[in-house]
C-alpha cells in the first residue's frame, strides 16, 4: 500500500524553567547589588538612611532594563495589567500627588521611582515560574547572610548597631532591614524543604537555619514576630497539603492548633505579655509617642493627603512634629512605621481605600491558589502577603519604592494570576509534524 502523509499534531511546551544563563545571572547580580550597595554609606551619623548616587544609578539601571525585557513580551505584561487595576490605581494615585504635594519635586522623583519598582516585580512575574524565582531569591539572599555573617563576625564594628556592641545588621544600615531581608529569605527557602532532592531540601535546611539565626541576632521584633507567624502559618500548610500527611496527620495538626489557641486563652495572652516576650514596651520603642501627632496631621488633609512621601521632612510635616521632636531630644521620624498611616498622609482616604482594597485582593488571591495548587511553591504568595501586611502595621513596608518588601508583595499579588494571561494559555504550541504511514 502506497505510504501516505498523515497530520499529527504534537504539543511542544514552552521550558517551564525560565531565564537561565547571562539572564539568570544579571538577576543574581542584580538583587545582590540592590541590598549591597546601600552598605558602601554605612557608618554615615543621619537621622535618615541617604541613597547613594551609586545606588540610584544601579535602581535607575534595573528600571530600564526590566521595561525593555517587558516590551519583549507585551501581551504577557498587558494580560497582567489589565488584572491589576488597583494596583495600577494606587501606583498612578502616587504619581497624581504630585499636583497636590507639599514637596512637589521630592514626590515625582519618588513616585517614579515606585513605578519603576513595581515594573521589577512584573519582569519577575511574566519572566520567572514561581519555582525559578524562589531559587534565584534562595541564592541570592543566601549569598547577603553569609556575607553579613562574615561582616558581623571579623568586622563587628560596621556589621552591628552602636559602635559594634548591639544587634546585628550585617551588610544592611540598621537592624530592622537585616531582620526584614532573613524573613524574606527564610519565606522563599521554606517551599524547598518540601520538594526535590534530599541535597537540596539539606542545602536549603541549612540556608534557613543561618537566615534565622540572623534573624535573631537582629532583634527586630517587627521582623521576628511578623515573620513568625507567616512561616509558621506556611510550615503548617505545607504539612496539610503534603500527600504524606493523610487523615491522621491533619487532624493531629488541628488538634495541635486547637490546644495553642487554648493555652493562648487560659495564660490571658495580652499586648502587654506580647510585648514582653518581644522585649519591647508598649509604646512599640517608641511609635505610638509620635502616631497622634502624624493622625492630627492626616486629619487636617484627610482626603488626599500631603503628596507621595513628602509630609516627611517637609516644613509641613516639621510643624506637625516639631512638639515631638523638642520631647524626643532631636529624633524626628523619617516616615510613619506604619505602612497604612503613611499611604493616608501620602494620599489621604483615598489612598488609604486603594491600599485596603489591594491587601484584600492579595489576600484573596493567594488564599485561592494555595487551595487549588498543591505545589509546595503555592503558599509562598500568602507567606508573603501575611508577613507584609502584619509588619506593616509597625513599619512601613507597603507602597514604599526601591525596596524587597514592595517588589515581593506585588509579586505575590501577580503569581496567582500568573496563569491567566496570554503567554500561559499560549504556552503550548502547536506544531505539525509528517508520518509516513508503512502499512
Known sequence: MPGRAVRVVEAVAESPRGPAGLEWWLGYSGLLAIALIPALAKGQITDAPTSSPLGEVVWSVVYVLAAVRLLAKRDRTVTLLRHSTVLCALVLLMVLSTIWSVAPSVTF????????????????????????????VGLAFGTIAAVS????????????????????????QEKNSLGAAMVLATIALVPSLFMGTRRRKLLAGAASLLCLALLAGSRSATAFGAGLLALAFGVVALLWNSPRAGFSGRLLLVALGTATVGVCLLIGLQPDRVFELLGRSDTLTGRTDFWPYLLQAFGDQAVLGYGYNAFFGSSTGNEYLSSYVVQAGG???????????????????????????????????????????????????????????????TET??????????????????YPNRGLRAGVRGAVRLTPITIRDTR
Open 109 to 136: 522623583k519618588n513616585s517614579i521611582e515606585l513605578v519603576g519598582t513595581t515594573i521589577v516585580a512584573y519582569y519577575l512575574v511574566v519572566y520567572y515560574p514561581l519555582r525559578r524565582l524562589l531559587d534565584l
Open 149 to 172: 555573617l562574615l561582616i558581623i563576625v571579623f568586622a563587628p564594628g560596621h556589621g552591628r548597631m552602636d559602635w559594634g556592641s548591639g544587634a546585628w545588621s550585617g551588610v544592611f
Open 331 to 393: 529624633w524626628t521620624p523619617y516616615h510613619a512605621h506604619d505602612s497604612f498611616l503613611q499611604i493616608a498622609l501620602d494620599a489621604g482616604f483615598v489612598g488609604l481605600a486603594l491600599l485596603a482594597t489591594l491587601v484584600l485582593v492579595a489576600i484573596v488571591r493567594a488564599t485561592r491558589y494555595l487551595a487549588t495548587d498543591r505545589a509546595p511553591t503555592a503558599v509562598w504568595p500568602l507567606m508573603i502577603v501575611l508577613y507584609l501586611v502584619i509588619g506593616s502595621y
Open 397 to 414: 513596608y507597603l507602597a514604599n519604592y526601591n525596596t524587597f518588601e514592595w517588589i515581593f508583595f506585588v509579586a505575590a499579588l501577580l
